[in-house]
């Protein structure tokens, strides 16, 4: 992946120090950047932005609230390098939650690591959905990984929502959102409450909890009665007491669709069973099939020795 890097300066004079300085590292793309066409620049969103401040015609506070009040470049890390070294000065910028101030001279090896570093910590936040906070497949992934190593027992829970595309096209993708954030929250309070476990968001509408236990069924009974109890604040009054909601499909047909709920698939790992994360997904996969066929919210949990249980 290519960090752009924006180097804001009216003169141009440090892009050429980037570029020399970062030379082996073809993973950067240096951009340098006018304030005038600052606008413009913030449309693509870059990896980071660095303001040299005695290059620029513009205050550098207000350069800088403007960057941070831009939708798009929220949590775009801000460096600003500059020759004033008055403490109130780099205060008031710090203020406006830029991540760093370095004053001139700029030792060349400190700030290489710097832009190393800071572009590290945001890969690392891409990996954190931005929707609802929670770790994405790559940690999903690493925490099962340390489990079966360690050969532990655990419980793998699946959750994702019914018919969330058909509400989608209802009410839109921002209500669609709330649900998935509704979600998100519900079921780590759910786990949080219940013991201890790992939440993660695998993607859209789909979830996963890793508890090291296998007695699930109290937790799935909890997730679903959260769930459930809150659900119906997302629906109109009028779909609430139809009990389901109207898509018309791609030939003009109208369709009824039930209202959201939710499918929990458990799949329980006992010493031994599984020999990698690929076979509790392929288990994981079957056992989800089963828990969509219920109407409503329900659970299915797949034991070795019990087979298939629903609720």
Do not use: W
């Amino acid at each position: 992946m290519i960090n752009e890097v924006y180097i804001i300066d009216d003169d141009e004079t440090s892009i050429q120090v980037f570029r020399e300085l970062f030379r082996e590292d073809e993973e950067y793309k240096f951009i340098s950047v006018k304030t005038e066409d600052i606008d413009i620049a913030l449309k693509n969103i870059p990896s980071l932005i660095v303001i040299n401040e005695d290059a620029i015609d513009r205050d550098a506070v207000e350069l800088c609230k403007q960057i941070r009040t831009d939708e798009d470049n929220k949590i775009t890390p801000v460096i600003v390098v500059s020759s004033n070294g008055s403490r109130e000065h780099r205060m008031r910028l710090l203020n406006e939650a830029i991540e760093y101030y370095i004053k001139k001279p700029v030792d060349e090896g400190y700030l290489y690591y710097t832009v190393k570093n800071l572009t590290r910590l945001l890969t690392i936040n891409r990996r954190i959905s931005p929707l609802t906070g929670l770790p994405g497949n790559v940690q999903i992934h690493a925490e099962m990984k340390k489990k079966l190593l360690n050969n532990e027992e655990f419980s793998v829970i699946y959750v994702d929502l019914d018919n969330f595309k058909a509400y989608n096209d209802v009410y839109g993708f921002l209500k669609g959102d709330q649900i998935i954030q509704f979600t998100a929250n519900i079921l780590t309070e759910a786990v949080h409450a219940y013991g201890t476990g790992f939440v993660g968001h695998i993607g859209g509408d789909d979830f996963i909890s890793i508890v090291p236990y296998k007695n699930v069924e109290d937790l799935c009974r909890e997730i679903i009665a959260r769930f459930e109890a809150g659900v119906q604040k997302f629906f109109t009054d009028e779909d609430k007491e139809k009990g389901y909601i109207e898509v018309l499909n791609r030939k003009g047909i109208i369709e009824k669709f039930p209202l959201t709920s939710l499918s929990i698939a458990v799949v329980v790992a006992d010493h031994n069973r599984f020999g990698n994360i690929l076979e509790i997904g392929d288990v994981a996969a079957q056992v989800k099939h089963v828990a969509k066929s219920v109407i409503g919210s329900s659970y299915i949990i797949d034991r070795r020795k019990h087979g298939y249980k629903e609720a």
